[in-house]
């Protein structure tokens, strides 16, 4: 039942061969045997999964069933929830019990999926190795001593190691592709503004994005047929017409262009990732498609301007955080301002309060055009070299990592060390622009490598297309660590 | 450029969030590192290039000025670290 794709899950309960009841059951059972050990889930609350089951029966029997009615997804604990504890992996936020429902939420429960509990994650989406939450580390379910990456490690553990059919997943640099890519799973970041962000705690809000976490490339489409829909509370969510996004499935690859930037090919990527690479392509091709060199002449620079804006943004979206009407508020203080200091010093933990200086310095009297504004036009640079590449190409692609994962502490003391893990990542998030990671074998310590493939504005079905076409052809994201 | 401890305990400051000496220390290093990757940017000429601040370029929605959700005050103040008779309750400002 674990291994069972959303689709065939989906026939199952419109069936009444399984009832959602059966199957949330099957799946608490699961989190609760292997949690311990994993740390995938902050939180877990039976009582509303069961009961979310059980609407979810009802709705079938009643014939009102929609594709995910009735199936367990795990969300990421950045997604506010009525009624749950809602943290972003801070002590910040430990005893804050969301009295509302994120824009993402609402529309899983409308479609009658059950909530089997929240993920965690790297403290506020800010980290690339789940280690700086504060409900602590993530476990890799391929090898307890890597990480599962982050942010969303929690929601990749969950998945990798079947303790949930499908997760869902935020990403501002990498967030969601970075960890799908270290644990053996699919994951996509759909178009900036496509999947709301009411109710999704901001990081940075020109660059974060809601998505699915998967099995497969089949299940993403499902699940982005679900997340993804116009919210007016979101400023910059996007009104466009609804599509279907498992439309181009099946279509075949002859023909495909597929762009190869140098950049991305060239030092830093480490020997077993270049080989799975190189033997992805070679299917690529033998399913009709043609690789093509391209060149995104300011790829080394996304790293550096990320790191001016999306800090930039933090330090103002985490300024909401002082301890008066929610949150953590320190004991003991003097006066107004020192209870904000001591809040903040206490409810943040030290990556994020990293990022706040680096944010609040950048954007600082006599700073602002040396960083931010600088930041921004190479931003642009960034945004025209994609263009340029898409001339010759439909979808480029490249390496989602440098590397296998890395081991548990092995970056933790090092943050450029740990920031450089998202170089392919982060231009897709200053651009705007799709892009996922897909499961394409296994490397050094027998751990798992990730495709990054990105695609033009609003090509998520082609993606789709692209990474399905593949996965008939290959069984990588059929394997699963358990 | 070159950071110094002054600096990081200015921008804690304009931050609200309290560092001591040690920590004011590390961060300082740390800092400084990350402010050598973040300077690459620097040698590209962008005199002529438009700062890009969002990736879509629309314009601002506007919505009619109607009332579109009520607050439930109690269930907000459920969550609030410390309130009294529907108040936000914190330390006192005015002397």
């Known amino acids: 039942m674990f291994n069972t794709s959303l689709k065939q899950l989906s026939t199952q309960l419109a069936e009444k061969k399984i009832s959602s009841i059966e199957l949330t059951t099957e799946f608490l059972k699961r989190i609760k045997q292997s949690n311990p050990e994993y740390n995938a889930f902050v939180t877990v609350n039976e009582d509303i999964s069961l009961a979310q089951a059980k609407a979810a029966d009802q709705m079938i029997a009643a014939g009102n069933a929609q594709p995910l009615t009735g199936i367990p ?56 190795s789940n280690e700086t939450s504060y409900y602590g580390i993530v476990k890799n379910p391929w090898d307890t001593a890597a990480v599962p990456g982050g942010s969303s490690g929690g929601a990749a553990c969950a998945v990798a190691a079947r303790l949930a059919p499908a997760a869902t997943g935020t990403d501002t640099g990498g967030s969601i592709r970075q960890p799908a890519a270290l644990c053996g799973i699919s994951g996509i970041k759909p178009t900036y503004g496509l999947v709301s962000r009411y109710g999704m705690i901001a990081f940075a809000s020109s660059l974060d994005q809601g998505g699915p976490m998967a099995k497969s490339a089949e299940d993403l489409a499902l699940l982005l047929n679900v997340m993804v829909g116009f919210d007016p509370r979101d400023s910059t969510s996007l009104q466009r017409e609804a599509e279907d996004y498992a439309r181009d499935l ?233 | 450029m070159t950071l110094t401890i002054s600096d990081v305990k200015r921008i804690a400051d304009l931050a609200y969030i309290e560092i001591d000496d040690r920590e004011a220390q590390e961060t300082l290093q740390q800092l400084t590192g990350i402010f050598t990757l973040i300077e690459s940017m620097q040698a590209v000429d962008t005199a002529s290039v438009e700062p890009m601040s969002h990736a879509q370029s629309v314009t601002q929605r506007l919505r009619d000025d109607a009332v579109t959700e009520t607050v439930d005050r109690a269930l907000y103040q459920s969550i609030a670290p410390q309130v009294e008779a529907g108040l936000y309750l914190v330390p006192q400002v005015i002397e």
Request: charged share 20%; aromatic share 10%.
């Open chain 1, 73 to 128: 997804i795990a969300q990421k604990d950045i997604f506010c929830a009525k009624g749950w504890l809602t943290t972003c992996g801070s002590k910040m936020l430990a005893n804050f019990v969301s009295p509302y429902d994120a824009g993402v939420i609402e529309r899983f429960n409308q479609a009658g999926a059950v909530n089997i509990g929240k993920t965690n994650m790297d403290e506020f989406a800010m980290g690339s």
């Open chain 1, 250 to 482: 099946e279509k075949p690859l002859a023909g495909l262009r597929i762009g190869l930037p140098k950049e991305y090919f060239a030092e830093g990527m480490s020997s077993d990732v270049a080989r799975a690479i190189e033997a992805a392509l070679n299917e690529y091709r033998k399913l009709g498609a043609q690789t093509v060199d391209v060149s995104l002449p300011n790829a080394s620079l996304s790293i550096p301007v990320y790191y001016v804006l999306a800090p930039a943004e933090a330090s103002s979206n985490l300024s909401r955080f002082d301890g008066v009407r929610y949150g953590h508020r320190a004991a003991s203080y003097t006066d107004l301002a020192d209870m904000y200091r001591k809040s903040r010093a206490q409810g943040f933990g030290a990556e994020v309060k990293r990022r706040i200086l680096i944010g609040t310095y950048v954007l600082s009297h006599g700073y602002y055009d040396a960083y931010y504004l600088k930041a921004q036009k190479l931003r642009r640079l960034i945004a025209q070299d994609f263009a340029q590449a898409y001339e010759q190409c439909d979808v480029i692609m490249g390496p989602t990592t440098p590397t296998v994962a890395f081991n548990l502490g092995e970056k933790s003391g090092d943050p450029i060390q740990m920031y450089l893990s998202d170089i392919y990542t982060s231009a897709a998030n200053l651009t705007g622009m799709p892009a996922m990671s897909i499961p394409i074998g296994f490397g050094d310590k027998n751990r798992p490598i990730g495709l990054h493939i990105i695609g033009n504005y609003f090509k998520e079905a082609q993606m789709l297309n692209v990474a399905h076409q593949y996965q008939q052809v290959t069984d990588w994201h059929l394997r699963s660590p358990v």
